[in-house]
């Protein structure tokens, strides 16, 4: 009997999958991030909101998949952890790139890109990542993003660049000031979510020539600034995952075409693609 557990985790939020003899069961907890999170506050986690579900079922492997975890220590962290809690098993970690160029790719060569809260790219050539064009974070870099997206919208709010029509969609739906925008992107926590929450109204208004082209030159960006730096762009698909990338579909297929790209795997989540991959 094959048993097997796929974990794909953020900040926030962790999917996992139960995989028994082909049957799969999906069980969510809170993310298990090791820059918030110490091994010991992993196991409670785990004990708590995972391992109950598992009904005494013995796992054989562990394909965790996480942010954060190109750093050695923050990969010790979690490893140890699931470790403690699958004693017989074996415990590969990989980082969320990992995830999305075998989620996306399997173990063809391609382009994988991350379009979600963050950007991400890579070149992957069917057993690992080969190139990265890097990535500094939302404040420098992170184009494509939600977050770049949200930033740009939010521009355009406090710029008064928006026409009268958008800026009464806009006060309508959010009920914000720029003072309270201000605030909370440069004095509280995580505002690169903050920043990403505002990406919904590019989706809620698609049609309007403003908001379009906020989502073209946004994802234009992306391209010129990562995908370019491939020379195997032109030979291998371009593939993308998270909720940017799948929400706006239509306008990476138009940016493939004007660059004469192939487009490849769209996916909203790489849990999909990770099963098919492990199977």
Request: net charge positive; with cysteine; hydrophobic share 40%.
């Amino acid at each position: 009997m094959s048993v097997k557990l796929i974990a794909d985790s953020g900040a926030t939020k962790c999917e996992w999958c139960l995989i028994t003899n082909g049957k799969k069961k999906t069980i969510l907890t809170q993310g298990i991030s090791p820059y918030f999170l110490d091994e010991a506050q992993i196991i409670t986690i785990l004990n708590k909101s995972l391992i109950p579900k598992l009904k005494e079922v013995v796992i054989e492997e562990v394909f965790f998949y996480g942010t954060g975890l190109s750093n050695a220590n923050n990969a010790l962290i979690v490893k140890k952890a699931l470790k403690s809690l699958f004693k017989k098993a074996k415990i590969q970690i990989e980082t969320d790139l990992t995830a999305a160029a075998r989620a996306l790719c399997g173990k063809k060569k391609g382009i994988a890109c991350i379009l979600g809260t963050g950007s991400n790219s890579c070149y992957y050539d069917g057993k690992k990542m080969q190139k990265n064009s890097p990535g500094i974070g939302y404040i420098l870099g992170d184009e494509g993003s939600g977050a770049y997206l949200g930033k740009k919208v939010i521009q355009h709010f406090l710029y008064n660049t928006f026409d009268e029509e958008i800026m009464a969609r806009f006060e309508k739906q959010f009920k914000t000031t720029p003072v309270e925008i201000l605030e909370t992107v440069y004095k509280q926590p995580l505002a690169n979510r903050y920043l990403a929450s505002f990406a919904i109204f590019l989706a809620e208004n698609r049609g309007h020539y403003m908001i379009e082209n906020i989502i073209e030159d946004g994802l234009n960006d992306f391209f010129f600034t990562h995908i370019y730096k491939y020379k195997e762009s032109w030979t291998y698909p371009i593939n993308f995952i998270g909720s940017i990338a799948f929400g706006f579909k239509d306008v990476l297929q138009d940016l493939c075409k004007t660059y004469e790209l192939e487009l490849g795997r769209v996916l909203k989540t790489p849990m999909k693609g990770l099963i098919e991959y492990h199977s």
